[in-house]
């Protein structure tokens, strides 16, 4: 097989769309770590370091907002690329995304041709600012 293209960090606390996610990213060449809700992610983000966190919206515990703002606000962590990944696809809802810093925003039902796409386009931004 190539060479990873980089490290994803897939958050969703509904278990098929994070396994749907992981295996994509995979077969592509990404190696991918996986967290069930907003808590688990910060708590492995440090030990992972992903170039690109896919983080779900609508979780228990602590949701996707919150976790990227907490990502964004972390000096060791504000350099993630993170993609929203949500059913919410309101204008305010995608506006309160950018506003946190968010890298992408994608709705759901969402293709995994453009998801692939997007983490892709973000890794290899991500890896350019070293």
Request: glycine letters at 8%; aromatic letters at 4%; a negative charge.
């Amino acid at each position: 097989m190539g060479e990873v293209l980089g490290k994803v960090l897939v958050v969703d606390d509904d278990e098929v769309i994070r396994q749907l996610i992981a295996v994509n990213l995979n077969l592509e060449g990404f190696e991918v770590s996986t967290a069930t809700d907003g808590q688990d992610c910060l708590d492995r983000v440090l030990d992972v370091m992903p170039d690109v966190i896919t983080l779900d919206v609508m979780m228990p515990f602590l949701d996707g907002w919150t976790t990227a703002h907490r990502l964004r606000t972390e000096e060791a962590t504000s350099h993630i690329k993170v993609v929203l990944i949500t059913a919410r696809a309101q204008d305010d809802d995608r506006t309160r995304g950018l506003g946190i810093g968010v890298d992408a925003y994608l709705t759901k039902p969402f293709d995994p041709a453009e998801l692939i796409e997007v983490v892709r386009d973000l890794a290899v931004r991500g890896r350019g600012r070293s």
